[in-house]
Structures are given as C-alpha cells and as structure tokens.
C-alpha cells in the first residue's frame, strides 16, 4: 500500500481502529453538474447514485440525491443535493481558504497540466504554493468548496525534523496563539540548504 500524503504507511497503521476516510460527504447545487465537472477537471469518476425521498437515519422527509465520487486508492468524495432546501450558506466568520479538501496527484506536470486546464476554462486557480513538503494549487468548485490538488515534494530528514518538535509547536502556540518558529523553514526557502537533494 502506498504511504500518506506526508507520511509513510507504516504497519501500525494496519492494526488501527479507524483504517481510512471510507468517505467525506459535501452539500452541492447540482448533482449533474457537480459530477460531470469532478470528471472533466480531475479525471474522478463517478462510482454509485444513490436517491431516497427521506433520510435513511432519521425518516424526515428530504427528497435527495447522493453521489460518490472516485478519489483514488480507495477514498471516496461525496455529495449531496437537496432541492427542496434553501440554497448552502458558509460560516461567515470563517475564512474562505480554511475549510478545503485537498487531493493528492503524482507529478508536478499532474499538477501543473490541471491548472492548466481550469484556467483555460476561466477557473481562477492560486499556486503552486511551495510547502517544503509538497506543492499546492487552490481552486473553488462550482458549489464553492475550496480545493487544494497537492504533489509531494519531501526530501531526506524532513519529516524527521517536523515530528521532533510537533507537540512542542502545539503547547507553544496553546499558550501564545502566536506561531511557533520550530518549522519556519517550510516557508522561507531555508529547506532547499537544510534538507538537499542527494
Ligand atoms: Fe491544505
């Protein structure tokens, strides 16, 4: 099995509780649409339909549509449309680069061609934002849910150095609410001398 997105598989991870994401589940405009433009940009297909005029866990009645999408290696996306609703709202104190879902490609040119793509098609996409450990474009999809497509760029060490001081970071920052400066080399370009390439 491959390993995570900045973290190896480990034979631990066969014996947890909780194996993996079975899915995440997201409010949509459309169905159609949202299921047809998932397969025109990032190539993920569509896996099963389900509809139901009240909810299976609770019995009100709320005609739905439910979509699953294929996220690769077994994860799923999910979707729902609920046309009697009002139309999704956003937590208004939450800033919109906050909540997103990032997916994970496999090259630079993966990355790179997809930006492409969306931008040919008047999609605004930010990036390739350059974390150390991987590279990042941002975009929004058609119901406004921000995504991120990420493409791992980790060297030798670095993952090494960033579990020393994780817990150390969280209690600093549980204090101070300022930003710990353990790992600030992610950010400012130091990694390239601190972690070379062999
Ligand atoms: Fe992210």
Same mark, same amino acid.
């Given at each position: 099995?491959?390993?995570?997105?900045?973290?190896?598989?480990?034979?631990?991870?066969?014996?947890?509780?909780?194996?993996?994401?079975?899915?995440? =589940?997201?409010?949509?405009?459309? =169905?159609?649409?949202?299921?047809?433009?998932?397969? /025109?940009?990032?190539?993920?297909?569509?896996?099963?339909?389900?509809?139901?005029?009240?909810?299976?866990?609770?019995?009100?009645?709320?005609?739905?549509?439910?979509?699953?999408?294929?996220?690769?290696?077994?994860?799923?996306?999910?979707?729902?449309?609920?046309?009697?609703?009002?139309?999704?709202?956003?937590?208004?104190n939450?800033p919109?680069?906050?909540?997103h879902?990032?997916?994970?490609?496999?090259?630079?040119?993966?990355?790179?061609a997809?930006?492409?793509?969306?931008?040919?098609?008047?999609?605004?996409?930010?990036?390739?934002?350059?974390?150390?450990?991987?590279?990042?474009?941002?975009?929004?999809?058609?119901?406004?849910?921000?995504?991120?497509?990420?493409?791992?760029?980790?060297?030798?060490?670095?993952?090494? =150095?960033?579990?020393?001081?994780?817990?150390?970071?969280?209690?600093?920052?549980?204090?101070?609410? /300022?930003?710990?400066?353990?790992?600030?080399?992610?950010?400012?370009?130091?990694?390239?001398?601190?972690?070379?390439? =062999?």
């Open positions: 099995m491959a390993g995570g997105v900045i973290r190896p598989y480990t034979e631990e991870d066969a014996m947890a509780l909780i194996q993996k994401i079975h899915h995440a =589940a997201y409010r949509c405009k459309d =169905a159609l649409e949202t299921a047809r433009w998932y397969e /025109k940009y990032l190539g993920m297909k569509l896996i099963l339909s389900i509809a139901e005029d009240q909810v299976p866990s609770t019995k009100e009645p709320d005609p739905y549509m439910h979509i699953f999408l294929d996220a690769g290696s077994g994860n799923v996306l999910a979707f729902f449309e609920l046309p009697t609703r009002p139309p999704m709202g956003h937590d208004p939450t919109a680069w906050t909540q879902l990032a997916l994970e490609v496999a090259s630079m040119e993966d990355l790179l997809t930006k492409e793509r969306l931008e040919a098609d008047g999609i605004e996409v930010i990036g390739p934002v350059d974390h150390a450990l991987f590279q990042s474009i941002y975009f929004f999809d058609p119901n406004g849910h921000r995504l991120e497509l990420a493409c791992n760029t980790l060297r030798p060490g670095m993952l090494e =150095a960033l579990d020393e001081v994780k817990w150390e970071m969280l209690e600093e920052w549980s204090k101070t609410k /300022k930003a710990p400066k353990h790992a600030r080399w992610m950010h400012d370009g130091r990694y390239k001398e601190m972690f070379p390439l =062999a």
